[in-house]
């Protein structure tokens, strides 16, 4: 007998919805750019980040692991992301280049996952989990009005840069060889087999 199917309205998934709700919030207040809101914009980064985290382990542990939820959190992660590289760049403060090769690596990764989906599930790797932590913290810290914080924010963001392109390129290769030995691609040579 099989467990019942978590419900969808759960505090998992409300969590995630309220992530969701809150880039809008922290991207009007990181836009404001001003001293007051920076701070404000900082502390709403901070709770988003927060609740993704949490949301996690409460459908882990509970069992509210549904559906809406697999969807819904990858898209409200790479949505505060999105809104925090893509502000960053508008003010100045970070460069376009920097938030263009992040943004294509989540978007490449993020179709290239539902296209290996029919092979099988690609769970989340360690490295994928640093590259995470890693942008959170770099994002945070150009987020915070702090003056002598250049250089820091500047290495964090270059290591996080790195292990972005570094985890996307294993995952390429993760997702390339799940295609060729999955039992999908076996059936697949077998028929092709049978046909000569």
């Known amino acids: 007998?099989?467990?019942?199917?978590?419900?969808?309205?759960?505090?998992?998934n409300a969590l995630t919805v309220l992530r969701l709700v809150l880039v809008p919030v922290f991207a009007g207040l990181l836009l404001a750019d001003e001293g007051d809101l920076r701070w404000a914009a900082a502390g709403v980064f901070l709770l988003a980040s927060w609740t993704d985290?949490?949301?996690g382990q409460i459908a882990r542990s509970r069992g509210l692991v549904t559906s809406f939820g697999k969807l819904a959190d990858p898209i409200a992660d790479k949505a505060l992301t999105g809104a925090a590289l893509i502000g960053l760049s508008v003010l100045g403060e970070l460069p376009w280049w920097v938030t263009a090769v992040v943004l294509v690596r989540e978007a490449g990764i993020t179709v290239m996952r539902f296209v290996v989906l029919r092979h099988g599930v690609?769970?989340?790797s360690r490295g994928g989990k640093w590259k995470t932590a890693l942008q959170g913290l770099a994002i945070m810290l150009y987020c915070l009005p702090l003056e002598g914080l250049g250089a820091v924010r500047g290495l964090v963001m270059a290591v996080a840069v790195v292990v972005t392109v570094v985890t996307g390129a294993d995952?390429?290769?993760r997702a390339l060889a799940l295609r060729r030995s999955s039992e999908r691609a076996a059936h697949q040579r077998a028929r092709r087999e049978v046909r000569r």
């Not at 007998?1 to 998992?12: D, F, G, K, Q």
């Open 122 to 124: 690609m769970p989340a």
């Open 53 to 55: 985290r949490l949301d």
């Open 1 to 12: 007998m099989t467990a019942p199917a978590a419900p969808t309205l759960n505090v998992a």
């Open 171 to 173: 995952i390429v290769a």
